[in-house]
Nanobody, 125 residues
Framework: QVQLVESGGGLVQAGGSLRLSCVASERTSSIHRMGWFRQAPGKEREFVATITWSGGTTYYADSVKGRFTISRDNAKNTVYLQMNSLKPDDTAVYYC??????????????????WGQGTQVTVSS
């Protein structure tokens, strides 16, 4: 069973930056794609960004394009989310997720098998 552990959340002022980390307990054939999702109070969980372990292909939600960057360090089994120019609307619990190879949509939370416990990001105005 793959375990994911996030870290790096916190409180930051608007315009500031944070870097989230997600460490996977192992890299197996059961993991092909890693993703970041977020959930604000009273809202559904939404897609933020995704990356593949192998080729590093990335996709982003329109709301974070140009501000957030997802990357991975294969040697450390770690995925990062660099968040710049943060806005109050970015306030949410951020979750790391992983899934095996699939043709199903990368931006749907139901298509991910493994989840971390979440880390809170709060952006003050």
């Amino acid at each position: 069973q793959v375990q994911l552990v996030e870290s790096g959340g916190g409180l930051v002022q608007a315009g500031g930056s944070l870097r989230l980390s997600c460490v996977a307990s192992e890299r197996t054939s059961s993991i092909h794609r890693m993703g970041w999702f977020r959930q604000a109070p009273g809202k559904e969980r939404e897609f933020v960004a995704t990356i593949t372990w192998s080729g590093g292909t990335t996709y982003y939600a329109d709301s974070v394009k140009g501000r957030f960057t997802i990357s991975r360090d294969n040697a450390k089994n770690t995925v990062y989310l660099q968040m710049n120019s943060l806005k109050p609307d970015d306030t949410a619990v951020y979750y790391c997720a992983a899934r095996p190879p699939s043709n199903r949509g990368y931006n749907l939370s139901n298509n991910y098998n493994y989840w971390g416990q979440g880390t809170q990001v709060t952006v003050s105005s």
